[in-house]
């Protein structure tokens, strides 16, 4: 009779163990496409206010004129 109540027991501890659930349940606010596109908006939202209150003026003292390089050495001429 003891061998056959640990038989039983293991029995449903395999059942519950292999029957294929492999986390917690997912609710279903949380799956599909409307809720992933709305979780982009939202950081496309924060990353634009981020830039925006980041951002940098421009350093007056370049006064946007391009910078002089060296002048180029020909490379593979004989």
Do not use: N, W, Y
């Amino acid at each position: 009779m003891r061998v056959l109540v640990l038989f039983v027991l293991f029995a449903s501890a395999e059942l519950l163990v292999s029957c294929g659930v492999v986390g917690s349940p997912v609710p279903p606010e949380t799956v599909g496409v409307a809720p992933t596109i709305d979780k982009q908006k939202r950081q496309h939202a924060l990353e634009t206010e981020r830039r925006t209150a980041d951002s940098v003026e421009p350093d007056p003292t370049l006064g946007m004129h391009d910078i002089d390089l060296p002048p180029s050495q020909p490379v593979g001429i004989r």
